[in-house]
């Protein structure tokens, strides 16, 4: 069984954004890998950031 209570790499980058908008690409990666222990392509972290950033708009 796995655990749902653990946030995707999507979620994390979503929820930081939200509370960090002046962080940069880096500075995700860098808390997925450190803060939440993930590794994450970041790539894939600044598509996501650039689809947070179109659908504020």
């Known amino acids: 069984m796995s ?5 995707t790499g999507w979620e ?3 929820r930081a ?3 960090h908008p002046e962080w ?19 790539i894939w972290v600044a598509r996501w950031l650039r689809n947070i950033a179109a659908d504020k708009h």
């Open 3 to 7: 655990d749902r209570s653990q946030l």
């Open 17 to 19: 954004e939200a509370l």
């Open 12 to 14: 994390i980058v979503r």
């Open 24 to 42: 940069t690409l880096d500075q995700h990666v860098t808390h997925l890998r450190e803060d939440e222990g993930q590794d994450i392509d970041p």
